[in-house]
């Protein structure tokens, strides 16, 4: 589990611990809102025969740096920016979970001869309306995901993270409501294979989100399961990872 150091702008010298694996095209993976690169292990071992896959801790999180800075969408895809270019990779298509969801489609549209494809699981989408529960409302907090899990209060914190796997009525909260408009208008010109795998019972990100979030993208596909809540990838491994595979790597890694 290697570390870089990004370089330019406001995320030079930032350190970024990520995991490697596999030969082939590159995929890039991108957790949620109190997850970290291994939140993907069962994805990089699906993909892993085919790809070369690219899972990191985004800044704030995991065993990357936490500077003290403004966690925004647009600093999230500078740093994913930089990372790539650190590494080399050219072009990549980029895998979203959740908050990554967010973070993959800021990156292509404003990088969009960098990505491949595009696959968002549970996946936030800028620009159309969201409700965050209450969970997510309290991982979110400054310093709480980290104190819950790090000061002897990792049962609250694994409670938090376990009510988005069951039914919940979310907190009335919009989602970047100063940029919606913005953010609609620029992804309904963003050209590129676009899939999308909700969960039916996603107690964080809506089924509606979903629906009027694929609505919005020219090429865009969306993939339901069924008895399944805000981790697909983790509760229904075997399927998603199936989908994700033929998806972003639908050919052989190179000899």
């Known amino acids: 589990m290697p570390d870089i150091t990004l370089r330019g702008g406001e995320v030079d010298g930032l350190a970024i611990h990520y995991v490697v694996a596999g030969r082939g095209p590159a995929v890039v993976l991108l957790h949620g809102l109190g997850g970290f690169a291994q939140s993907w292990r069962h994805t990089i071992d699906a993909l892993a025969t085919r790809a070369t896959v690219f ?19 647009g600093y999230f895809a500078r740093a994913l920016h930089a990372f790539l270019d650190a590494l080399g990779v050219g072009q990549a298509s980029l895998v979203g979970h959740s908050l990554g969801g967010a973070v993959a489609v800021t990156y292509a549209l404003t990088h969009p001869t960098r990505v491949e494809r595009l696959a968002l699981v549970a996946g936030l989408v800028p620009g159309f309306s969201f409700r965050m529960s209450w969970a997510y409302r309290l991982i979110a907090l400054p310093g709480v995901g980290e104190a819950l899990g790090l000061c002897g209060r990792a049962p609250l914190y694994k409670a938090a993270i376990a009510r988005c796997f069951h039914v919940a009525r979310p907190d009335d909260v919009d989602f970047l409501v100063d940029h919606r408009v913005d953010y609609r208008r620029a992804i309904a010109t963003l050209d590129l294979p676009v899939l999308l795998v909700h969960g039916r019972q996603d107690p964080a990100v809506s089924v509606q989100h979903a629906t009027e979030a694929a609505a919005g993208f020219p090429r865009a596909a969306l993939r339901w399961v069924d008895g399944c809540g805000h ?3 983790l509760e229904h491994a075997p399927v998603v990872n199936g989908w994700l595979a033929e998806f972003v790597v639908g050919r052989p890694a190179p000899r």
């Open 231 to 233: 981790f697909p990838h």
């Open 55 to 73: 899972a990191l801790d985004l800044p704030g999180c995991g065993r990357s740096a936490k500077p003290r800075t403004a966690y925004r969408l």
